[in-house]
């Protein structure tokens, strides 16, 4: 009775793991980029998909033609939609501030691209 009970619970593990390891997550990219270079007061620009934060671009862009692209900040992500938050704070002191949400939408081996363009926010 052991030895059955022992073989059955064996393969319900096995076709458990089996069946775990099929399930494939589909992803797509998004890339955010910034221009934050051409206002006077620097800033860290920190970017958050679905409440979690994802990064801080590291230097500003004059636009964002490629994923991936140097100074944008690329990540994987599942497809279907996601919602993110855009932080922009003075690195000292006060001004420069500002939060800028929106949502985007990542299909399957695609690359959705975020531009934020510093000449269009009022602060």
Request: hydrophobic share 35%; proline share 2%.
């Amino acid at each position: 009775m052991k030895k059955i009970t022992f073989w059955i619970l064996s393969a319900s593990f096995l076709v458990i793991t089996i069946s775990c390891d099929k399930i494939e997550t589909k992803k797509g990219k998004v890339s955010f980029g910034a221009n934050y270079g051409v206002i006077n007061c620097p800033t860290n620009v920190t970017i958050y998909v679905d409440n979690k934060n994802i990064g801080i671009l590291e230097s500003p862009i004059e636009n964002l033609t490629d994923c991936g692209q140097a100074g944008s900040l690329t990540k994987d992500l599942s497809i279907g939609q996601h919602n993110y938050k855009v932080e922009i704070r003075p690195l000292s002191g006060v001004g420069c501030t500002k939060d800028l949400t929106g949502s985007i939408q990542i299909d399957e081996n695609e690359c959705t691209k975020v531009f934020i363009d510093f000449y269009t926010i009022d602060f």
